[in-house]
T-cell receptor, first 115, second 111 residues
Framework: DAGVTQSPTHLIKTRGQQVTLRCSPKSGHDTVSWYQQALGQGPQFIFQ???????QRGNFPDRFSGHQFPNYSSELNVNALLLGDSALYLC??????????????FGPGTRLTVL | GQNIDQPTEMTATEGAIVQINCTYQ??????LFWYQQHAGEAPTFLSYNVLDGLEEKGRFSSFLSRSKGYSYLLLKELQMKDSASYLCAVREEGGSYIPTFGRGTSLIVHP
């Protein structure tokens, strides 16, 4: 049973460029959440997708956008990259059952470096 | 929103016991999670507390006091592989089931 997968593993971009990160959820999961984790910090919630719609959004600018496909996989797009966007981007999958444990399974992350 | 506080770094000796504390402030509590994260890797789920008391799972235990806004993660019989960051995350009531993470506690286990 494949867990959460993300691609690419590492990425180097320059300021002003655009980037697309990809995530495939754990088999059987229908919800994908994206997090940004700066060095030495905890993961910060960007947004969550369920049924191909953005359901929740954290405190991130519109430069951050996403998409979910019918097979539940998801993309995170960041436009007009800034140096401060350098971070580990984590994807987490779960079932959209709301409360209770509703455990999230994290992917290995994509390390984005903006020069 | 939540305000989650945990120590930045702790050190301990192999074979010992360590307690990592987490305090939080929230308008409506709906569960607390502990995750382990090794350097450069994804967080992995350790425990979930929604009621007061102690949850034990092998060498790891987690405690919650909702009235005090306090939790701790207890690691027994420490091993070198336990060196990692430990993240406390709190979920609020009110329609959002997204946990908010603290900045994590870096635990260093030495021989």
């Amino acid at each position: 049973d494949a867990g959460v997968t993300q691609s690419p593993t590492h990425l180097i971009k320059t300021r002003g460029q655009q980037v697309t990160l990809r995530c495939s959820p754990k088999s059987g999961h229908d919800t994908v959440s994206w997090y940004q984790q700066a060095l030495g910090q905890g993961p910060q919630f960007i947004f969550q997708y369920y049924e191909e719609e953005e359901r929740q959004r954290g405190n991130f600018p519109d430069r951050f956008s996403g998409h979910q496909f019918p097979n539940y996989s998801s993309e995170l797009n960041v436009n007009a990259l800034l140096l401060g966007d350098s971070a580990l981007y984590l994807c987490a999958s779960s079932l959209f059952v709301g409360t209770g444990l509703n455990e999230q399974f994290f992917g290995p992350g994509t390390r984005l470096t903006v020069l | 929103g939540q305000n989650i506080d945990q120590p930045t770094e702790m050190t301990a000796t192999e074979g010992a016991i360590v307690q990592i504390n987490c305090t939080y402030q929230t308008s409506g509590f709906n569960g607390l999670f502990w995750y382990q994260q090794h350097a450069g890797e994804a967080p992995t789920f350790l425990s979930y507390n929604v009621l007061d008391g102690l949850e034990e799972k092998g060498r790891f235990s987690s405690f919650l006091s909702r009235s005090k806004g306090y939790s701790y993660l207890l690691l027994k019989e420490l091993q070198m592989k336990d060196s990692a960051s430990y993240l406390c995350a709190v979920r609020e009531e009110g329609g959002s089931y997204i946990p908010t993470f603290g900045r994590g506690t870096s635990l260093i286990v030495h021989p």
